[in-house]
């Protein structure tokens, strides 16, 4: 029941109320399903593993930041609460993906799920991009909520977008570049016939879908990803060249929609990021309020962490940082073949747990390492497409990082279950490693800016 309630509320995020509930949408179905989703969760909290990650904490530290960020930075209590309640919602999808998930059949259901939100909007934007003639009226243009009208360096073109939380082209794609390496959650060698039923054929759809959306910043994560995935298999040099290859191709076959991808064509978005660094220096500790930076700047950041830092100041960016490094190393742990294995010594500890319980730990689907370790690829390649596309996006809080993370999670505690790898990090560990990520980030911010704007 929690399960089957987690997916629908993942849904109603990514395609919006008014999509699945039409007229029932005005009694704002999503909150009162949020509100059973929590009561349905309550009895699964203590026999979880939720009390064993740092995430959990991450999170709350992040919920306060967010809090505090209004509070002080503006001094307007009622706009902290707001923003808390906008920020909920979103870390909400790592606690019920890690309450309610306890099976690979689950993991693909989720897969599944996002799958189906993106073939949606795809299939959507692309029957309305056929029915716009090539000299639309503004009014045409303007018809359909899947399809975006900007101008070009040769006039106007068009970009695929979803709804509600994916409503820009760049957030849409964002999305699919994280799905796509996912979908081979279904492939099974030796089964010709049904991987490319399930995964050939989605994956072509989901690389229409991002071309249709011509983002720049989701070709730049393709590219990074097919480096990560080729890697192991062909060698540095090769995947790199093979990615080189990818990006020659996809500029040849206009993905950008006709703008350039250098460093005068994002000049913008630099000076944007120099503007969130100036912001966090006059608001070190607490940010200039969640979702604050367009009323400085005019526009968002286009840099998650430059965003992060801006509005939520060090104190939120910290908590940022510390949901984001244990799950890149929890990733990487899993999808490593000799850091998984039997045969590994495994020291048993007992970290400090946020929910404490003498109640039995739920069970969780053995799974063989071989699996575990290509579930652990799948997971840092999609984390990999959404930090890469990230450096050009003020998505530092939306879901689909928090929805991962969870994911990632849910596949460590399979492995830690059967004593397959070693336990996660210690809290001290991941606190020194947080910190000294959250200044090497405004660090390499800086350095990154200082070379741009010597290169013009």
């Not at 990514?14 to 509930?21: E, V």
């Not at 606690?95 to 189906?116: E, R, Y």
């Not at 071309?211 to 995935?229: E, N, W």
């Not at 060090?314 to 490593?336: E, H, K, N, Q, Y």
Request: net charge positive.
């Amino acid at each position: 029941m929690g399960f089957i309630l987690s997916i629908l509320y993942l849904v109603t995020y990514y395609l919006s109320p008014d999509t699945l509930f039409g007229p029932l949408a005005v009694y704002r179905v999503e909150f009162i399903l949020a509100a059973i989703l929590v009561l349905v969760s309550l009895p699964a909290l203590p026999g979880s593993f939720l009390g064993k990650t740092t995430q959990s904490l991450a999170l709350v530290g992040l919920a306060i930041a967010v809090l505090m960020s209004v509070l002080v930075g503006e001094h307007w209590p009622g706009g902290g609460v707001a923003a808390f309640l906008l920020f909920i919602p979103n870390a909400f999808a790592y606690f019920m993906v890690c309450l309610h998930c306890n099976s690979k059949k689950k993991l693909q259901f989720i897969v599944l799920m996002l799958l189906c939100v993106c073939v949606f909007v795809i299939v959507h934007g692309s029957i309305d991009l056929s029915k716009l003639p090539d000299n639309p009226t503004a009014a045409q243009m303007n018809a359909s909520p899947y399809v975006l009208v900007q101008p070009n360096n040769t006039g106007l073109f068009y970009r695929l977008r979803g709804l509600a939380e994916i409503n820009d082209p760049n957030d849409f794609a964002q999305l699919i570049v994280c799905v796509i390496p996912l979908v081979f959650i279904f492939w099974q060698p030796g089964r010709g016939f049904r991987n490319t039923l399930l995964v050939i054929v989605p994956v072509c759809i989901l690389l229409v879908g991002t071309f249709l959306s011509h983002s720049r910043g989701s070709m730049i994560a393709i590219v990074a990803m097919a480096i990560v995935a080729g890697r192991r298999r062909i060698g540095t040099v090769p995947s790199v060249l093979l990615a080189v290859g990818l990006y020659v191709g996809a500029t040849a076959l206009n993905f950008t929609g006709g703008r350039d991808v250098s460093v005068n064509a994002g000049s913008d978005r630099t000076a944007l990021w120099g503007t969130g660094l100036e912001l966090l220096k006059s608001h070190p500790i607490f940010g200039v309020g969640f979702g604050n930076f367009a009323d400085y700047a005019g526009l968002t950041a286009h840099n998650s962490f430059v965003v992060c830092a801006a509005e939520l100041g060090m104190f939120g960016l910290f908590f940022w940082g510390m949901f984001l490094v244990p799950t890149v190393r929890d990733a990487l742990a899993i999808a490593s073949p000799e850091k998984v294995g039997e045969q590994q010594p495994i020291v048993v500890t007992t970290p400090p747990q946020l929910f404490p319980s003498p109640m039995m730990a739920r069970e969780m689907e053995a799974v063989s390492t071989t699996e575990i370790n290509s579930l652990g690829r799948l997971m840092v390649l999609s984390l990999t497409g959404f930090l890469v596309a990230g450096l050009f996006l003020s998505r530092a809080f939306v879901m689909t990082l928090f929805l991962l993370g969870g994911m990632t999670e849910v596949v460590f505690e399979m492995a830690a279950r059967q004593n397959l790898i070693a336990p996660r990090m210690r809290l001290g560990k991941v606190l020194r490693s947080t910190s000294v990520l959250s200044v090497g980030l405004i660090v390499m911010m800086y350095i990154l800016l200082r070379t741009v704007n010597l290169m013009h």
